[in-house]
């Protein structure tokens, strides 16, 4: 296993490297530059063409390419384009941990709902219950999460009042005990909304490879045996039917990462989300390529996680 780890995290250098290829390119090739939309007719062009050139907006493509990966090694992604005197480093660190609590958040949803229904609904095939779980299952899927977001703001925050709609707290100056419930308040929305699709993937996902691995010969040797259903479930069906879940779970870390962009938009959620909004339409170039770098990082972590999961629930796989 442990030959194994170095291997793929070798392997994970010519692929951040192509990562920041592209998103390097991507970032040339989008038209105007964090001035274009700022520009005032009343003042000389020349003072934004010294402004760019200090930044050196001017300098050859590669020369700017090997300057930002360069100081990326060190950890220094440079300064904010926007928000003057603060660098991109600064902005990310104190917006990272909302947008973690909230994945973190949206996987305990995703997890604990969708792997219990997707199990009685493989037991209990055909019944009310499983019906009205398909049929959740391709409303999550065909919801777009915006839409969804909304509605669950309409309903649950402005009609009902039960939860807040925006935010991480509702107020300062709480602390403790208090200030952790507050914050949970906050995550939930969100969370459901960000986790609505990946939860109804799952459930099906789960509800099929249960069935599947249900009719295998060697579960019917085990009830043949004399086994309890619960040891048959739990000791034997459960864990081969979570090895595509947990394949899933490799890239949904990514995904959630990504997908928070939306969400935390739609929730005015102060984490990276809102940030990579925001850095976009001001084309605050700094701060979207360190974010693009992060995302693409956590994908290939997210893989390795999967790897190493993989081993844990099934013994007979091995790396070495």
Same mark, same amino acid.
């Not at 300098?59 to 090694?73: C, F, K, M, S």
């Not at 947008?99 to 969708?114: A, C």
């Given at each position: 296993?442990? !030959?194994?780890? %170095?291997?793929? &995290?070798?392997?994970?250098?010519?692929?951040?490297?192509?990562?920041?290829?592209?998103?390097?390119?991507?970032? !040339?090739?989008? @038209?105007?530059?964090?001035?274009?939309?700022?520009?005032?007719?009343?003042?000389?062009?020349?003072?934004?063409?010294?402004?760019?050139?200090?930044?050196?907006?001017?300098?050859?493509?590669?020369? !700017?390419?090997?300057? +930002?990966?360069?100081?990326?090694?060190?950890?220094?992604?440079?300064?904010?384009?926007?928000?003057?005197?603060?660098?991109?480093?600064?902005? &990310?660190?104190?917006?990272?941990?909302?947008?973690?609590?909230?994945?973190?958040?949206?996987?305990?949803?995703? &997890? %604990?709902?969708?792997?219990?229904?997707?199990?009685?609904?493989?037991?209990?095939?055909?019944? @009310?219950? /499983?019906?009205?779980?398909?049929?959740?299952?391709?409303?999550?899927?065909?919801?777009?999460?915006?839409?969804?977001?909304?509605?669950? %703001?309409?309903?649950?925050?402005?009609?009902?009042? +039960?939860?807040?709609? *925006?935010?991480?707290?509702?107020? @300062?100056?709480?602390?403790?005990?208090?200030?952790? %419930?507050?914050?949970?308040?906050?995550?939930?929305?969100?969370?459901?909304?960000?986790?609505?699709?990946?939860?109804?993937?799952?459930?099906?996902?789960?509800?099929?490879?249960?069935?599947?691995?249900?009719?295998?010969?060697?579960?019917?040797?085990?009830?043949?045996?004399?086994?309890?259903?619960?040891?048959?479930?739990?000791? *034997?069906?459960?864990?081969?039917?979570?090895?595509?879940?947990?394949?899933?779970?490799?890239?949904?870390?990514?995904?959630?990462?990504?997908?928070?962009?939306?969400?935390?938009?739609?929730? !005015?959620?102060?984490?990276?989300?809102?940030?990579?909004?925001?850095?976009?339409?001001?084309?605050?170039?700094?701060?979207?390529?360190? &974010?693009?770098?992060?995302?693409?990082?956590?994908?290939?972590?997210?893989?390795?996680?999967?790897?190493?999961?993989?081993?844990?629930? /099934? @013994?007979?796989?091995?790396?070495?």
């Amino acid at each position: 296993m442990i !030959q194994y780890l %170095i291997r793929r &995290i070798l392997v994970f250098i010519p692929m951040l490297f192509a990562l920041t290829v592209i998103v390097f390119a991507l970032m !040339q090739a989008a @038209p105007g530059d964090p001035f274009s939309q700022k520009m005032d007719p009343n003042i000389d062009r020349a003072v934004y063409e010294k402004q760019r050139e200090a930044l050196g907006l001017n300098d050859p493509i590669h020369e !700017q390419y090997l300057r +930002w990966v360069g100081n990326a090694i060190k950890g220094d992604f440079g300064d904010s384009l926007i928000y003057k005197g603060r660098t991109v480093a600064d902005l &990310i660190a104190e917006r990272f941990s909302n947008t973690i609590n909230l994945g973190i958040m949206t996987l305990l949803i995703t &997890i %604990i709902v969708s792997i219990p229904i997707g199990i009685y609904s493989a037991r209990h095939p055909y019944t @009310p219950l /499983d019906y009205g779980a398909t049929t959740f299952g391709f409303l999550g899927l065909a919801t777009p999460n915006f839409f969804f977001g909304l509605l669950a %703001i309409y309903v649950l925050s402005i009609q009902l009042g +039960w939860l807040p709609s *925006h935010g991480t707290v509702s107020k @300062p100056g709480i602390e403790g005990f208090e200030l952790f %419930i507050d914050k949970i308040r906050h995550l939930i929305l969100p969370s459901l909304t960000l986790g609505l699709a990946g939860t109804a993937s799952y459930m099906r996902y789960m509800r099929s490879e249960v069935l599947d691995v249900l009719g295998s010969d060697y579960i019917r040797t085990a009830r043949a045996k004399g086994m309890t259903e619960n040891t048959v479930l739990y000791k *034997h069906t459960l864990r081969n039917a979570l090895i595509p879940i947990i394949t899933l779970l490799g890239f949904e870390v990514g995904i959630l990462l990504g997908g928070a962009v939306i969400t935390e938009g739609v929730f !005015q959620f102060p984490g990276l989300g809102t940030l990579f909004i925001t850095s976009i339409g001001n084309r605050d170039y700094p701060v979207i390529m360190a &974010i693009n770098l992060m995302l693409g990082f956590f994908v290939l972590l997210g893989n390795l996680l999967a790897d190493i999961f993989y081993s844990i629930v /099934d @013994p007979r796989i091995r790396y070495d």
